[in-house]
């Protein structure tokens, strides 16, 4: 396979050339994917948060943000430095540390989780071999966070939206990981380069999502619960919990609440993207369009509109499904908590783990064509 | 293990039907986006007000008689008049009048009651000020008459839902001349004539 364009390597390369030590070489390069990962995930929840005002706008015949920069775009940095302003205030009662740690908690693992969404195939912040699963092992860490932020706050609704977003991740959980589980079954790692290797070759037709439409909708359906996005929006459910977890939570800290949940759905969406939907591929194979081209694979100009439409085509697919979460807000109302966990339980469960079984014979019966 | 079997295949159906209806709903949804928005820009666009709109009260100073009906049939006694009465005139000459429109709720019942329609509504609405003593008008401010908002180049003038061609319900563009929909007061107006005239011939 070929390796395409290496930053890293060149970098550290150049660096070395210069008369640096190897060591010395990485840690120069090591924050600077990492600084790059962090501003490109902040400016992905200001481009969703615009998206969202104006798609809902849009559902509902309005015009949203208009005059905050063109076309509104500037309106969810308006909202944000609004945040930053804010006074930020603890209730005398809650306990001051863990409500301030409650916060962190819910969003440095959503941040964390980007290590491993890949924009190309080096374009990745680190390829850890567990991949999927880190961003599983880290998603769990959030319900601690709001929990904590609910049971800290000192107030009913509080705790029991913390309650509620503790259950709610809990039961959901579990489908999510067995519908990575039958990708994994295929794609023989948890690495998601691999995952997406996997996918390649044949364009569009070669995306997981043909070969796992029930795990792209169970995947969908649980990351969206991760998410609390509106089907099931309960811990923060405002017409009876005023705003669950976040009831207390004002200026900064809320912010951080805020955030947290636009990387995740973001994040989550790339994770489909990747998973289900080929990652960085174009619809239609590479090595095709370099044929029609008449150059090499590894013509280098090539590779550079590659590695660029790489970097476009897995936004797109990612901000296709955002904006798929942000139409079915508007078209499905929030649903009960015990149809919630029914759901989570009685139907996504069996069905993952049917479709895990599935995935295993089908492996078995046709090693081709399912990653054998 | 048969009735296991219906029960796994009803439980499908339920499931694809559910799907289904999500689907419907998404397209509703979907198709919603395309359509302009219904929402009236406000600063840029404005509604045209109807004729029975209750806005500010307008007031005649000079056509006042001071009976102080209007205070009568207030609900909170709000017009405030001033008066003295003149000896060689024999009359009541009216010096002041004030009515304050951060408490008027502006039911109408002066302008219905006023002997010489010297109170009228008219169609303004835009009463935001910084201090709500600004809103106490005085007989000079409540003798003046409202911009209208076909008259302002700066304004947009939507037309109210009522008001559009018969099937229309998009006021942008209309062209000046549409008609609204049904028949418009002044032919009702001849209307109920014509019915009198014929009526009194008989």
Not at chain 1, 42 to 67: C, D, H, M, N, Y
Not at chain 1, 140 to 150: A, E, R
Not at chain 1, 207 to 230: D, S, Y
Not at chain 2, 115 to 140: I, K
Request: proline share 6%; aromatic share 10%.
């Amino acid at each position: 396979m070929d390796q395409g364009i290496d930053l890293q390597q060149t970098f550290i390369q150049s660096l070395m050339d210069l008369g640096l030590p190897a060591g010395a070489a990485k840690t120069v390069w090591m924050p600077l994917p990492m600084l790059l990962m962090i501003i490109g995930a902040t400016v992905g929840v200001l481009v969703s948060v615009w998206l969202e005002r104006k798609i809902s706008a849009a559902v509902q015949q309005r015009v949203g943000p208009e005059f905050i920069g063109p076309l509104g775009v500037l309106a969810p940095v308006a909202d944000g430095l609004k945040l930053i302003f804010k006074e930020d205030t603890v209730p005398a009662k809650a306990d001051p540390l863990l409500f301030t740690l409650g916060p962190v908690i819910v969003v440095i693992p959503v941040f964390l989780s980007y290590l491993i969404v890949p924009f190309g195939q080096n374009l990745i912040v680190t390829n850890v071999g567990m991949g999927v699963f880190v961003w599983i092992a880290l998603s769990s860490v959030v319900p601690i966070g709001l929990l904590m932020s609910g049971y800290a706050s000192n107030n009913k609704y509080a705790l029991l939206g913390g309650l509620r977003a503790a259950a709610q991740s809990i039961s959901y959980e579990i489908p999510l990981a067995l519908a990575v589980m039958a990708i994994v079954l295929m794609s023989n790692s948890l690495s998601t380069i691999d995952i997406v290797n996997q996918q390649s070759g044949y364009g569009i037709l070669g995306w997981n999502i043909w070969r796992q439409p029930i795990g792209f909708v169970i995947f969908w359906i649980a990351a969206l619960a991760e998410c609390e996005r509106i089907p099931f929006d309960l811990p923060e459910a405002e017409e009876e919990l005023v705003a669950g977890y976040q009831t207390e939570y004002s200026g900064m800290k809320f912010a951080l609440f805020y955030l947290g949940s636009y990387v995740n759905l973001v994040l989550s969406a790339l994770m489909v993207a990747v998973l289900y939907l080929g990652g960085w591929e174009l619809p239609i194979p590479t090595a095709l369009i370099a044929n029609w081209l008449g150059v090499g694979e590894t013509n280098a100009w090539l590779e550079i509109v590659g590695a660029s439409l790489g970097i476009t085509m897995t936004l797109l697919k990612a901000y296709f499904l955002v904006f798929t979460a942000i139409l079915l807000r508007w078209t499905v109302p929030r649903v009960r908590i015990d149809q919630l966990l029914d759901l989570g339980w009685k139907f996504l469960l069996p069905i993952s783990l049917v479709n895990l079984l599935v995935t295993a014979a089908l492996k078995i019966a046709f090693p081709g064509a399912f990653g054998g | 293990m048969l009735k296991f079997l219906k029960q796994v295949g009803d439980y499908a159906k339920e499931t694809v039907q559910a799907a289904k209806y999500i689907g419907q709903g998404l397209a509703v949804t979907f198709d919603h986006m395309r359509r302009r928005p219904v929402t009236v820009q406000y600063p840029y666009e404005k509604l045209i007000p109807s004729e029975r709109f209750r806005g500010r009260i307008h007031f005649e100073f000079d056509k006042c008689i001071s009976c102080e009906v209007c205070v009568r049939v207030c609900p909170i006694n709000l017009p405030v008049v001033d008066w003295e009465f003149n000896p060689a005139t024999k009359k009541k000459q009216l010096s002041h009048y004030s009515i304050d429109f951060g408490v008027c709720i502006f039911c109408g019942n002066c302008v219905e009651y006023c002997p010489t329609n010297c109170l009228s509504m008219t169609e303004e609405y835009e009463l935001a000020v910084y201090d709500r003593h600004e809103l106490n008008y005085d007989s000079v401010a409540l003798g003046r008459l409202p911009y209208k908002v076909t008259d302002d180049p700066m304004v947009t003038a939507l037309r109210e839902f009522l008001y559009l061609p018969e099937g229309v319900m998009e006021p942008h563009n209309l062209p000046t001349n549409a008609r609204r929909a049904g028949q418009r007061p002044e032919e009702i107006l001849a209307q109920d004539l014509a019915q009198q005239v014929a009526q009194e011939e008989k």
